[in-house]
C-alpha cells in the first residue's frame, strides 16, 4: 500500500481558497487517490477521487499532476462548517476480496471567522 | 439513502466485561471493517471480514474478535473490557474495489470503559 505523507495542520478564513497537498511518492500504477473529510465525533466521509488530472465535484477538486506522486485537494471558500481533518489515501483498483484502504493522520483545517 | 449502522452511539462498559459492537450495512456490501480511533493516532485498523465468516486482522487485533455470520452484519466483541480500550469505534463497509467506491462509514461508537 503507498503510504502518504500530508499536513497535520492547517488554518484558515472564511472564503478563502484552502489547498491541501499530499504525498506519495510510491504510487503504483493501479492506485487511485481518495480524499476524505470527517467532521467530529462522526465517521469519515468520502468526498472526491481521482486518477490523473483535474477532477471536481460539487464540494472540492482534486489535482494531480502527471508523475502522480502528489495531489492536491482544493476546497474553494472554505465557511467554518469546513473546518474537520481530510485523509489523503491512496489504494488498489483492483477487485480483489478484501481490498482495503490505510488510514494516515489525516489534516486537520481550522476554518477561523 | 444508504447507511453502516452501529447500534450505540455511546457505551459505558465496567472492566472485565464482555462487549459486543453491533453493525449493519443495507448496501449489499461484501467488505466490512472495525477501526478505533484515539487522539493523535488516526483510524487504526482492527479486523476486516471480506466474505460471510471471512475475518483477516488489521494492525491492532489484540483484545478483539470479530463475528460475521451474515453479510449486512459484522461484529467487534472485546472478550474482557479493559480500560485502553476506551476509545471511539468506527465500522465501514465497501465494495470489493474500495479504491473505486470508497468506503461508508457509521457514526461511530464511544466506548468507555471504568
Known amino acids: 500500500l503507498a503510504k502518504t505523507t500530508q499536513p497535520i495542520s492547517m488554518d484558515s478564513y472564511e472564503g478563502q481558497e484552502v489547498n491541501i497537498t499530499c504525498s506519495h511518492n510510491?504510487?503504483?500504477?493501479?492506485?487511485?487517490i481518495t480524499w476524505y473529510q470527517q467532521f467530529p465525533s462522526q465517521g469519515p466521509r468520502f468526498i472526491i477521487q481521482g486518477y490523473k488530472t483535474k477532477v471536481t465535484n460539487e464540494v472540492a477538486s482534486l489535482f494531480i499532476p502527471a508523475d502522480r506522486k502528489s495531489s492536491t485537494l482544493s476546497l474553494p471558500r472554505v465557511s467554518l462548517s469546513d473546518t474537520a481533518v481530510y485523509y489523503c489515501l491512496v489504494g488498489d483498483a483492483a477487485n480483489n476480496a478484501g481490498n482495503m484502504l490505510t488510514f494516515g493522520g489525516g489534516t486537520r483545517l481550522m476554518v477561523k471567522p | 439513502d444508504v447507511k453502516v449502522t452501529q447500534s450505540s452511539r455511546y457505551l459505558v462498559k465496567r472492566t472485565g466485561e464482555k462487549v459486543f459492537l453491533e453493525c449493519v450495512q443495507d448496501m449489499d456490501h461484501e467488505n466490512m471493517f472495525w477501526y478505533r480511533q484515539d487522539p493523535g493516532l488516526g483510524l487504526r485498523l482492527i479486523y476486516f471480514?471480506?466474505?460471510?465468516?471471512?475475518?483477516e486482522k488489521g494492525d491492532i487485533p489484540e483484545g478483539y474478535s470479530v463475528s460475521r455470520e451474515k453479510k449486512e452484519r459484522f461484529s467487534l466483541i472485546l472478550e474482557s473490557a479493559s480500560t485502553n480500550q476506551t476509545s471511539m469505534y468506527l465500522c465501514?463497509?465497501?465494495?470489493?474495489?474500495?479504491?473505486?467506491?470508497?468506503?461508508?462509514f457509521g457514526s461511530g461508537t464511544r466506548l468507555t470503559v471504568v
Open positions: 471480514s471480506y466474505d460471510v465468516k471471512m475475518k
Open positions: 465501514a463497509s465497501s465494495y470489493p474495489n474500495s479504491a473505486i467506491y470508497g468506503y461508508t
Open positions: 510510491n504510487i503504483a500504477t493501479n492506485d487511485y
